[in-house]
C-alpha cells in the first residue's frame, strides 16, 4: 500500500451498506478495473454498457484489492467472496464516495466543459496549477456519469487544487455531476454543434452546457467563457442568475484573458496574451491555432485565484496532446519520412475543421487527410460532412480518403484528382491508405470513436515504423 486515501472507517462511512469479512483498516486508491488494480485499493464492481465488473471480482480480490464493493443482488454469483461491502447500487456507493470526497476537499475545484477542447484544457489546468500546488485531475476522459465520480473519489484531502472534465449527450446529464463537483470556477471552452441528433437545436446544447454552474460553489465564484463563441451572452445570462462572476477569453477586445498574437511552429504554438491586464510571452508544446484559447482560459483562471500565472505559462511548454488528439508519429516510409497526425479519438464539425488547418499548417510535400464519419449529428449530418469541403481547400489538401456514408457526401464534391479513395468502414479503406504513403507526406487521420479511424492510425504506426518500414 503505497498511502492512505481513506481510512477504512471514513470509507465505510461514506459509502454504507454491509461488511463481508474483515473490514479493511485503510484503502489506498479506487479503482473500476481489475487489470489496472494496485495492492490496497477498493475495487467497484460496476456495470457498464458492455462489461459488468462483478465478472473481475475475483481478479481484483487475486490482485490484493483491500475491499471488493459490489451488488446484493449479484452476490449470489460467488461462493464466497470477502472482504466485500454489499450495497444495493455499486454506482450510488461510488457516488456517495465521491460527494465524501468533496465535502473534506481543502483545494480549489475547476471544472470544464464544452463541445470540444475539454480535455486538452484540463490537461492544460494540471500543467499551469502544478506551478502553484498539487494538482488532482481526472486521468483520460472520466468525464460521465462514472467517470466523474471515479474522479472526485480519488481527490487527496490534501490537493491544492481539483479539475474535472464533465460531459454530455443530453440535456438533464450535466446537472448532477456538477452538484456533485461542487466547482469554484467553471470554464466552458466553447458551444458547436455537437450530438444534434439529440438536441433541437444548437442554442438547446448551449443551455445544457450552461448546467455547469447550477453546481457553483456560492459566494461570486467564477464562470470562464469563451468571448469569440456566438452564445456567449445566452451563458453569460445562466451564469449570473447563479450568482457567478462571467470572466472571458478569446481573441474580443473587450476579453479578460486576450489573444494578442500567436504563430504556430513546426513543434510548438508562440502565443502572447493579455490576462487581466497583465502581458505574458509563452510556448504551448505543441502546434495549433485550435489550442490557443485553451491555454487563456487554464491562465485565466489561474489568475482569478492569484497564482502566478508567468509560472503557470511556462509550464505550458510541456503541454503534448494525448493519444488521438493531434498527437504526431514519424513514419519511415521507403527510406524517406511522413508525418502522421494521430486525430482519430473523437471528430465533431468545430474539431473536424480544427484537425484539417492543423494539417495545412504541416510542412509537406503533399498533405494527405484521411477522415471517418463525424457521427450524432441528425438530419443534417451529410450537409454538415459537406461543408467540410472549404476547409479542405483552404488548407490546401492535396488528397482526401473517407470511410462511411456520411462522409461519401464529402468525397463527391471533390474533383477526381484529389479523390484517394472512399469505403463504407474503415478497414475496407486501410489497404488504400497504407499503399498511396510517400516520403514527405503528411497525414490526418480523424472520425468519430464510431467510425473506428484509430485501426487506420495502428495500421500506419505498425506498417511504417522504423524496424518495419518498406526497403
Known amino acids: 500500500m503505497t498511502g492512505v486515501l481513506w481510512t477504512g472507517e471514513e470509507f465505510l462511512k461514506a459509502v454504507g451498506g454491509r461488511v463481508v469479512g474483515s473490514a479493511p483498516s485503510a484503502v489506498s486508491g479506487i479503482s473500476i478495473d481489475s487489470r489496472s488494480l494496485m495492492p490496497g485499493e477498493a475495487f467497484f464492481a460496476i456495470k457498464g454498457d458492455r462489461v459488468d465488473g462483478h465478472d473481475y471480482v475475483r481478479d481484483a480480490l487475486d490482485n490484493h484489492a483491500s475491499v471488493v464493493v459490489v451488488e446484493e443482488s449479484k452476490l449470489g454469483r460467488f461462493s464466497r467472496v470477502q472482504p466485500a461491502i454489499v450495497v444495493d447500487d455499486v454506482l450510488k456507493a461510488l457516488e456517495r464516495l465521491a460527494v465524501a470526497a468533496r465535502a473534506r476537499a481543502k483545494g480549489k475545484i475547476i471544472a470544464v466543459t464544452g463541445s470540444v477542447g475539454k480535455t486538452s484544457t484540463k490537461e492544460m489546468l494540471r500543467l499551469v496549477l502544478s506551478a502553484s500546488g498539487s494538482v488532482h485531475a481526472s486521468v483520460a476522459s472520466f468525464n460521465n456519469h462514472w467517470g466523474v465520480p471515479l474522479t472526485l473519489a480519488r481527490l487527496p484531502p490534501d490537493a491544492d487544487f481539483g479539475v474535472f472534465e464533465i460531459g454530455m449527450n443530453h440535456a438533464g446529464e450535466i446537472t448532477p455531476l456538477t452538484k456533485m463537483v461542487r466547482p469554484h470556477i467553471a470554464i466552458v471552452t466553447n458551444v458547436e454543434p455537437v450530438h444534434l441528433e439529440h ?162 499548417q504541416t510542412k509537406a510535400t503533399r498533405r494527405i487527410a484521411v477522415l471517418g464519419d463525424m457521427l450524432e449529428l441528425g438530419e443534417k449530418a451529410d450537409d454538415m460532412h459537406r461543408d467540410l469541403l472549404w476547409a479542405l481547400e483552404k488548407a490546401r489538401i492535396d488528397l482526401l480518403f473517407c470511410a462511411g456514408p456520411h462522409m461519401r457526401a464529402l468525397y463527391d464534391e471533390l474533383p477526381e484528382k484529389r479523390r484517394g479513395g472512399w469505403a463504407e468502414v474503415s478497414t475496407d479503406l486501410e489497404p488504400r491508405v497504407l499503399g498511396a504513403i510517400r516520403p514527405n507526406d503528411a497525414i490526418m487521420v480523424k472520425g468519430s470513436n464510431g467510425s473506428r479511424m484509430s485501426l487506420i492510425v495502428k495500421a500506419l504506426n505498425a506498417r511504417f515504423s522504423a524496424g518495419n518500414a518498406p526497403a
Open 199 to 360: 438536441f433541437p437545436s444548437v442554442e438547446a446544447i448551449a443551455d445544457a452546457k450552461a448546467e455547469i454552474f447550477a453546481g457553483l460553489e456560492p459566494g461570486g465564484y467564477f464562470a470562464v467563457l469563451n468571448a469569440d463563441n456566438p452564445h456567449f451572452e445566452r451563458l453569460s445570462l445562466v451564469a449570473l442568475k447563479s450568482g457567478a462572476q462571467v470572466m472571458s477569453f478569446g481573441q474580443a477586445k473587450d476579453a479578460n484573458a486576450r489573444l494578442l498574437m500567436h504563430s504556430v511552429l513546426s513543434d510548438r504554438t508562440a502565443i502572447t496574451a493579455s490576462v487581466l491586464g497583465k502581458d505574458v510571452a509563452y510556448h504551448l508544446g505543441a502546434p495549433g491555432s485550435h489550442l490557443v484559447l485553451n491555454s487563456l482560459a487554464a491562465l485565466l483562471a489561474a489568475r482569478l485565484m492569484e497564482l502566478d500565472v508567468k509560472a503557470g505559462a511556462a509550464a505550458l511548454a510541456d503541454f503534448k496532446p494525448s493519444t488521438g488528439r493531434g498527437e504526431r508519429h514519424v513514419l519511415t516510409v521507403n527510406g524517406g519520412r511522413a508525418t502522421l497526425l494521430d486525430e482519430s479519438y473523437n471528430a465533431n464539425p468545430a474539431s473536424m475543421r480544427a484537425a484539417i488547418a492543423l494539417l495545412g
